[in-house]
């Protein structure tokens, strides 16, 4: 099974921070956020790795390379200078996560986090024709930015709370069967999806960071006992 880093977002609110690389790059306690990834990854077992890239995409594969320093393999999904959003990233890419398996890992590179992929690697997905969900996604408890959160929990119709998207899922290729290439939006996809009950959820409840502002950076490192946000 394979895994893809998404990374190719170009992280206007990290400005300056990101003005000469992108945000996946920026260190949290004293590393880039994508390497602690990847690290995770193989941990778990995934040592076939899918990178996207846009923004300042040269500067993960000149810190990265092949992956073979980090034992790793890495592939690289080049797009155009503005990125083609979460889901087109991934389409784009199925070519690359889907050569060995029907599924693949998804994580956002601008996170901070010690879930466990293992846990994923076990689900068992397929066509919602057949009775399988087409996906697994983790939720995690609303952050201050966003209070209001972004999907209900799967499987308890009774509760309407809303838990935060953490970036972190695991997908059946058939989820994104008949989309084309281009921009799009992984939100509105899960939205339907979930309303049609093609995918599962969970709710996580440990370290989950979004790194979206250069706040939040040196918050999280002055947390890890690290001062170097760049």
Not at 12 to 24: E, F, I, S, V
Not at 109 to 133: M, P, W
Not at 189 to 204: D, F, K, M, P
């Amino acid at each position: 099974m394979k895994a893809i880093i998404l990374s190719a977002g170009r992280g206007k609110r990290m400005m300056p921070l990101t003005a000469t690389q992108p945000k996946p790059m920026l260190k949290v306690a004293g590393k880039p956020l994508i390497e602690h990834h990847i690290e995770r990854l193989k941990l778990a077992g995934i040592t076939e790795v899918v990178i996207n890239l846009a923004w300042h995409g040269e500067v993960i594969k000149h810190y990265f390379g092949d992956g073979s320093h980090f034992g790793v393999n890495i592939t690289y999904s080049d797009e155009p200078e503005g990125g083609l959003e979460t889901a087109g990233g991934i389409i784009q890419a199925l070519p690359l996560l889907c050569q060995d398996s029907d599924r693949f890992v998804v994580i956002n590179g601008d996170v901070f986090t010690d879930y466990d992929v293992r846990s994923l690697i076990q689900l068992q997905l397929g066509k919602a024709a057949a009775g399988h969900c087409e996906a697994h996604i983790v939720l995690v408890e609303n952050p201050a930015h966003n209070p209001n959160g972004d999907f209900c929990l799967a499987h308890q119709p009774l509760n309407q709370e809303q838990y935060t998207f953490s970036g972190i899922g695991i997908y059946h290729q058939c989820f994104f069967a008949g989309l084309e290439r281009g921009f799009v939006k992984l939100g509105p996809l899960l939205r339907s999806a979930l309303a049609e009950h093609r995918v599962s959820t969970e709710l996580y409840l440990g370290q989950w960071d979004d790194i979206g502002t250069p706040e939040r950076l040196s918050t999280i490192n002055k947390k890890l006992g690290y001062s170097d946000v760049g």
